[in-house]
């Protein structure tokens, strides 16, 4: 039913998906409402992530754009 290529590209979909869930678990919380939405946007804005926040800021990024291109990849060869 399934070519080799859909089962090796869905497989792949599922680790990307596993990783970007524990990528986003990993991440620090931010404050909760809208002061700290604001807040967590300056941050970021105006460049005061750690290290390690922008690292996994970018694991994320590069994660998420996996995902999205696999999804829609599979949905046109199925």
Request: proline letters at 1%; zero cysteines.
């Amino acid at each position: 039913m399934f070519s080799l290529v859909s089962q090796i590209l869905m497989v792949v979909h599922f680790f990307v998906a596993i990783g970007l869930v524990a990528v986003v678990l990993l991440q620090p919380g931010r404050s909760a409402g809208i002061s700290g939405a604001i807040a967590g946007a300056g941050e970021s804005l105006f460049g005061r992530q750690s290290g390690m926040d922008e690292f996994l800021s970018k694991i994320t990024t590069y994660l998420a754009v996996a995902f999205m291109s696999l999804s829609v990849l599979i949905a046109v060869l199925l």
